[in-house]
């Protein structure tokens, strides 16, 4: 063999911090992840099942420092040809199931492949059986999630997004951002149906609050309307957020004039509220709120059998 071929070239990449936004250098390389079979939130078998091999990089450590001191790595879930997902082979199919609590004090659940999934060891109902679903779409600049949304209605009244607005998924903005033609309509009309709950002095970044230190907040419902008819509503416990003990604001932000996405939703916006993500068929699963039905993303609890 000859001598040129006696060597291995290193060649590093850049990487982006999702929360700090800053950049720096990794060596790719490879690890091995070992999966364990769950019966969609029944029990989990002992035993590995099932390994991949997707491509990873150790940063600085202090790339961590805006992270709770028990983070020691971030795991990317995008559409990317580099990210776990489409390491994801059979058995474990290419299909993200998400529910994220609503306190910091109790878990949530994150499953990968194939349902069904059971909110608890002792439940007989599938949660995809609660779901709606709709096509996931394309971005040629991102390996982002997005869905196509018509409109947004508040309380029978439509304000209209243009076809060529995009909708993105985030998991890195807390709140649901909105380009600010449709943040001041969706404002104005959120404001005229609830004029009969005393305003408060707003609190950043939002743009509408009330003081409910009387009466409490109940508000109507905020359907988005997407591209096949289907309706993701947001109830008012992903649509108030209660910023100190007398006010409570409404959890969108205004996303300025040129924003690149007409709607980014937040992760505000789908806490206990059930997502799937299925890269096999391009489609996107959701359930509005759980704490509708008298349960929440909280309520998945494991056992393990020997």
């Given at each position: 063999?000859?001598d040129?071929?006696?060597y291995?070239?290193i060649?590093p990449?850049?990487?982006i911090?999702p ?9 790719p390389t490879y690890?091995?992840?070992?999966f ?16 991949t ?6 940063t600085?450590t202090?790339?961590f420092?805006?992270f709770?001191s028990?983070v020691?790595g ?7 040809p580099y990210t776990?997902p489409?390491?994801?082979r059979?058995?474990v199919?290419?299909?993200i ?5 609503s ?8 499953f ?6 059971y909110l608890n060891?002792e ?5 995809t ?9 394309k971005?040629p600049?991102?390996f ?10 508040i ?6 997004i ?9 998991t ?7 380009r600010?033609?449709?943040?001041n ?11 009969r709950i005393p305003p408060a002095k ?9 003081n409910?230190s009387v ?14 008819g289907?309706k993701?509503?947001?109830l008012?416990?992903n649509s ?18 040129t ?7 937040g992760?505000y916006?789908?806490?206990d509220n059930?997502l ?6 391009s489609?996107?699963g959701f359930s509005?709120s759980?704490l ?15």
């Amino acid at each position: 063999m000859d001598d040129e071929y006696n060597y291995c070239e290193i060649c590093p990449v850049n990487v982006i911090s999702p929360v700090t936004g800053e950049c720096s250098q990794v060596i790719p390389t490879y690890d091995q992840f070992m999966f364990t079979r769950s019966y969609g939130g029944r029990n989990v078998i002992s035993h590995n099942l099932y390994a991949t091999y997707p491509t990873v990089g150790s940063t600085p450590t202090w790339t961590f420092d805006p992270f709770p001191s028990s983070v020691v790595g971030v795991m990317a879930l995008s559409s990317s040809p580099y990210t776990l997902p489409a390491y994801l082979r059979n058995p474990v199919n290419r299909i993200i199931a998400l529910c994220l609590p609503s306190t910091v004090s109790t878990p949530g659940v994150l499953f990968l492949g194939n349902g069904p999934y059971y909110l608890n060891h002792e439940s007989n109902v599938d949660i995809t059986s609660l779901l709606s679903y709709t096509d996931l779409l394309k971005h040629p600049k991102s390996f982002g999630y997005f869905i196509g949304v018509n409109a947004i209605v508040i309380k029978n009244r439509s304000i209209n997004i243009p076809s060529n607005a995009t909708t993105k998924i985030s998991t890195l903005d807390p709140y649901t951002k909105l380009r600010t033609d449709i943040y001041n309509d969706v404002v104005r009309r959120f404001s005229r149906v609830t004029k009969r709950i005393p305003p408060a002095k707003l609190v950043a970044p939002f743009g509408l609050c009330f003081n409910n230190s009387v009466n409490g907040i109940n508000v109507p419902d905020i359907d988005l309307v997407l591209q096949d008819g289907k309706k993701w509503t947001i109830l008012t416990a992903n649509s108030i957020k209660q910023v100190t003990e007398d006010v409570a604001c409404l959890a969108v932000v205004d996303n300025g004039p040129t924003s690149e996405h007409a709607i980014v939703v937040g992760t505000y916006q789908f806490e206990d509220n059930f997502l799937l993500f299925n890269l096999e068929n391009s489609t996107f699963g959701f359930s509005s709120s759980l704490l509708h039905r008298h349960t929440s993303c909280s309520n998945f609890n494991f056992t393990i059998s020997q």
